[in-house]
């Protein structure tokens, strides 16, 4: 079965940074596009990154320039480098993936969810 373990999450200052990780099994990952969700209490569920196969990569306007996607396909792992974080970015993140190459929609497989509280 397919598994996706975030982990990396916690509590930050603004301007700080963080970096998840998002471990997956059951899965040959090298192939699959895969992605980061963020959702705050309140607020829409919103795609903030992705990356496929190929290596192309995909931002939300409001984390363009501040937040870094990548893939380590020998460590099945996905990262989602967050930098330069506001109040803003807080959430619970999730990755996840469709089994496609090129998209991460439809996202049917999902990881648990790390929480990110970006306060001072």
């Known amino acids: 079965q397919v598994q996706l373990v975030e982990s990396g999450g916690g509590l930050v200052q603004p301007g700080g940074s963080l970096r998840l990780s998002c471990a997956a099994s059951g899965i040959i990952f090298s192939i699959y596009a895969m992605g980061w969700y963020r959702q705050a209490p309140g607020k829409e569920r919103e795609l903030v990154a992705s990356i496929t196969s190929g290596r192309t990569t995909k931002y939300a306007d409001s984390v363009k320039g501040r937040f870094t996607i990548s893939r380590d396909n020998p460590r099945k792992t996905v990262y989602l480098q967050m930098n330069s974080l506001k109040p803003d970015d807080t959430a619970l993140y999730y990755c996840?993936?469709?089994?496609?190459?090129?998209?991460?929609?439809?996202?049917?497989?999902w990881g648990q969810g790390t929480q990110v509280t970006v306060s001072s």
């Open positions: 996840a993936t469709s089994d496609k190459r090129d998209t991460v929609y439809p996202s049917q497989y």
